[in-house]
């Protein structure tokens, strides 16, 4: 019998990561343990079916929301339970703490997990070490872990300079992560640099709510050109007009190397 050396993590993987393309579109929804109820969240069950038929390649959320918003019939989307937060209550904002195991978030069905890891921040060293344990048990089950390793502190002045994201995301890496989530540095030779550094896939976040989609898409586009293996866009894609239609429309420069200028064609937006 021919022994696959870690098919479980495989299989899981390609739920979360196209296949043909080897990239990805992860919508993240897991703002409300920070922020409480925000729009474009108020019901995650009907979030989900939009970004799913949009052709989402996973949504992220807290184990606590899967029975609410993961689907349950139509078109099927990858599960990755987030495992870390905070309240933006909370004296130190920074400091992520695990809220959930990688054992629990199996019980309930995820085919990935997820940290969040400030580095730069004055609580740095705790959330490496929760980043240790959260590895070994990711490992030792054959679950994909998706790093979100951001240059956040006192230290950091610009959370997009080359120089500390470059650290971040080799700080995951470094870790044991199978993929690493950071901010664009605004460039493709600067961010093309820190890609080539790192084995394991890298996509990018969205942050805080773009001004324009044609904005937002140039970002897709500029970071395959880079390398990325995709995206993992919460706000710019739940609080948009439309998330079903901007979710093809991201996946048409994704999957099939569209242009913005090709993509602007054939979507119409406001």
């Known amino acids: 019998m021919l022994f696959i050396p870690n098919i479980g993590k495989n299989i899981r993987m390609e739920r979360i990561i196209n296949r043909e393309t080897r990239r990805t579109i992860i919508i993240p929804m897991d703002h409300g343990l920070t922020l409480g109820t925000i729009k474009g969240l108020e019901n995650m069950a009907g979030m989900v079916d939009k ?5 989402a390649s996973a949504v992220l959320m807290h184990s606590g929301m ?19 937060g905070s309240t933006s209550l909370s004296p130190l904002p920074n400091r992520k703490v695990l809220v959930c195991s990688v054992e629990r978030a199996l019980k309930l069905g995820a085919d990935g997990v997820s940290i969040h890891i400030n580095i730069g921040a004055d609580e ?7 980043a240790h344990k959260v590895v070994e048990s990711s490992r030792k089950w054959g679950v994909p872990l998706i790093a979100m390793m951001y240059p956040r502190g006192s230290k950091i ?15 995951g890496a470094e870790l044991g992560a199978d993929i690493v989530k950071t901010n664009y540095t605004g460039d493709i030779e600067s961010f093309k640099y820190i890609v080539k550094g790192v084995d394991i896939p890298v996509i990018i976040a969205g942050g805080p709510k773009m001004d324009t989609i044609p904005e937002l898409l140039q970002m897709v ?8 293996a995709g995206v993992a866009f919460g706000r710019n894609v739940f609080q948009a007009d439309d ?3 901007l979710v093809k429309a991201i996946a048409k420069i994704i999957h099939d190397n569209y242009t913005v ?9 406001d």
């Open 51 to 55: 970004v799913a038929i949009g052709g």
């Open 66 to 84: 899967v029975g609410a918003g993961h689907r349950q019939s139509g078109k099927d989307v990858g599960l990755i339970i987030h495992l870390s």
């Open 124 to 130: 740095e060293p705790e959330m490496l070490q929760d």
């Open 157 to 171: 002045s610009n959370e997009n300079d080359p120089e500390v994201v470059n650290i971040a995301v080799r700080v």
């Open 221 to 228: 586009y500029d970071s395959i050109q880079a390398g990325s």
């Open 243 to 245: 998330p079903t239609q």
């Open 261 to 269: 200028e090709e993509v602007l064609k054939e979507f119409k937006f």
